[in-house]
């Protein structure tokens, strides 16, 4: 899933953002008051600040970049490129996309080693590893997803569909809800190859049920392909306990890899001798400098990397992943479940005429509520020049994108009594 993009049509934030408008007192002292209270508070300042911002509620799109990265980058020009040199790929650049793939499963994943790997974009790792479940299952023509899925996971269905010869079988869930259990039951049968479908929703913020689900995809034969882009780094995972097959996700949104940072790929390892992905490249061979005239897939994860690893735009990630590690994953999401009920009692008693059209249920919610509001397109403009940077998406929805290490409780009262301000009751 990649919409790390803006909305469409958005102007370019101003130099000097025009005035947010004043908090109400008793709102700004219940929001101090949540922030004095919050464990991961201490996180915030570790993040590089942002001149002119009110509230950044985005962190669903894009992550802020932590301080310790600035720092990060540098060393790495004046060591390992400049001083080291071409050296620097034996001494662990050609093993970064599985060494840092391991600390991703191991911090954010609920992966034991050797199953995730650090590659490519959201859309290219998707397409490989689609193409790859289908070709593994022969003789079965269905591809099973979702109308309301993210455009590159439709559009990647679609291309190999044609590609292949296969049906398309669509679900269409409840937009404000998401995928469920039964739904996939009835959509999937024996010649059903492989289902696709997001963890978190990219509109709605629901949370599919993954073991479930997990359990019917292969009670059908078939093999199950989870998005993970809204929901590693902010929902806790444990894919091998759930018997997840393969998975796919962004870092730039909750791992903070930043714009064009890497995916990452996970393929279960009772599954890693049957899946083939289709881009046979050099660096995914079994012996990349022997130079051979054939390809021989390398054993293991290693296999699913195709070209020369993105070493520079690996580096960010790291400093998230160990913060992340620090804090624990129970403690981000509980963070999250708080800053996201939050934000729902905010538009509850503060957004006149909005609708919430995300789950009110902590447990199928993620780390984002999405807003609903006929004038949110105008609205969503109009906040960004006023330092409060939410995002829009079609027909009418503002999402408010909650990162809970860099996110406060009065920047989000800040950023939605700003909305409100700009906002007519209907």
Not at 120 to 129: A, E, I, P, R, W
């Amino acid at each position: 899933m990649t919409d790390t993009a803006p909305s469409a049509d958005l102007p370019a934030p101003p130099s000097a953002a025009l005035p947010a408008a004043a908090l109400p007192a008793a709102l700004r002292e219940r929001a101090t008051a949540l922030d004095a209270a919050d464990p991961l508070a201490r996180y915030r300042d570790l993040f590089a600040p942002s001149e002119g911002l009110i509230a950044y509620l985005d962190g669903n799109s894009l992550g802020r970049p932590l301080t310790a990265t600035r720092e990060r980058l540098t060393s790495f020009v004046d060591g390992p490129w400049a001083a080291r040199l071409i050296r620097s790929w034996d001494e662990g650049w050609m093993d970064a996309p599985t060494e840092l793939g391991d600390t991703l499963g191991r911090v954010a994943l609920g992966a034991a080693p050797g199953q995730t790997v650090v590659a490519d974009s959201t859309t290219v790792l998707l397409y490989k590893l689609a193409r790859a479940a289908v070709d593994a299952r022969p003789g079965r023509t269905v591809i099973v997803a979702d109308t309301e899925n993210f455009p590159t996971d439709r559009f990647v269905l679609q291309g190999i569909a044609a590609e292949r010869g296969l049906e398309l079988r669509w679900i269409t869930p409840d937009a404000e809800a998401g995928v469920t259990a039964d739904e996939v039951a009835a959509a999937v049968g024996p010649d059903t190859a492989l289902v696709l479908l997001s963890h978190v929703a990219f509109k709605s913020g629901y949370i599919a049920d993954l073991p479930a689900i997990t359990r019917i995809v292969h009670d059908a034969g078939a093999l199950v392909l989870w998005d993970l882009c809204h929901s590693a780094g902010s929902v806790p995972l444990d894919l091998d306990a759930d018997g997840v097959d393969i998975a796919v996700g962004c870092t730039y949104k909750y791992l903070n890899g930043g714009p064009g940072s890497p995916a990452f790929a996970y393929l279960a390892a009772g599954l890693q001798d049957e899946v083939r992905q289709p881009v046979q490249g050099w660096m995914g061979a079994a012996d990349p400098f022997a130079m051979g005239p054939e390809y021989e897939p390398a054993t293991g994860i290693r296999q699913l990397i195709s070209g020369t690893p993105p070493v520079i735009g690996m580096l960010p990630m790291r400093d998230m992943l160990a913060l992340i590690e620090e804090a624990g994953m129970p403690a981000v999401r509980e963070k999250s479940l708080a800053l996201t009920a939050f934000a729902i009692e905010l538009a509850d008693e503060h957004l006149p005429g909005v609708r919430v059209a995300s789950p009110r249920d902590p447990e199928h919610r993620g780390s984002h509520v999405m807003l609903d509001h006929p004038d949110f397109k105008r609205v969503v403009a109009q906040s960004w020049e006023r330092g409060v940077i939410p995002d829009f998406r079609p027909p009418q929805g503002l999402r408010v994108g909650l990162s809970p290490l860099s996110t406060s409780f009065t920047e989000v009262a800040e950023g939605l009594w700003t909305i409100r301000t700009l906002t007519p009751a209907r």
